[in-house]
Nanobody, 117 residues
Framework: QVQLVESGGGLVQAGGSLRLSCAAS????????MGWYRQAPGKQRELVAT???????NYRDSVKGRFTISRDNAKNTVYLQMNSLKPEDTAVYYC???????????WGQGTQVTVSS
């Protein structure tokens, strides 16, 4: 089992910045990739950014150039630096950890990000 604890959400004005953190614990050696997803009211959960164990990153088009995903292996923590935030970035952001060996996805509890115009 893997446990994920997120922090760093909040309310920010358009153009501002936030940094989300996600600390992993448990059977973390099985984790192949970690990332962030988001879900706005009435919409499906969508991928924001992912990072593999070997450093390969993937971003949804709408956040490229504004968001950066990074990982501190010593702290078993993944971060999402969000700059130039827009109202359409408003959502609950969820941390994800994926283990290929068991094809299992683990999720954090979610953290609210609200961007005011």
């Amino acid at each position: 089992q893997v446990q994920l604890v997120e922090s760093g959400g909040g309310l920010v004005q358009a153009g501002g910045s936030l940094r989300l953190s996600c600390a992993a614990s448990g059977i973390i050696f099985r984790i192949d990739a970690m990332g962030w997803y988001r879900q706005a009211p009435g919409k499906q959960r969508e991928l924001v950014a992912t990072r593999t164990l070997f450093g390969y990153t993937n971003y949804r088009d709408s956040v490229k150039g504004r968001f950066t995903i990074s990982r501190d292996n010593a702290k078993n923590t993944v971060y999402l630096q969000m700059n130039s935030l827009k109202p359409e970035d408003t959502a609950v952001y969820y941390c994800n950890a994926h283990t290929s060996a068991t094809a299992t996805d683990y999720w954090g509890q979610g953290t609210q990000v609200t961007v005011s115009s």
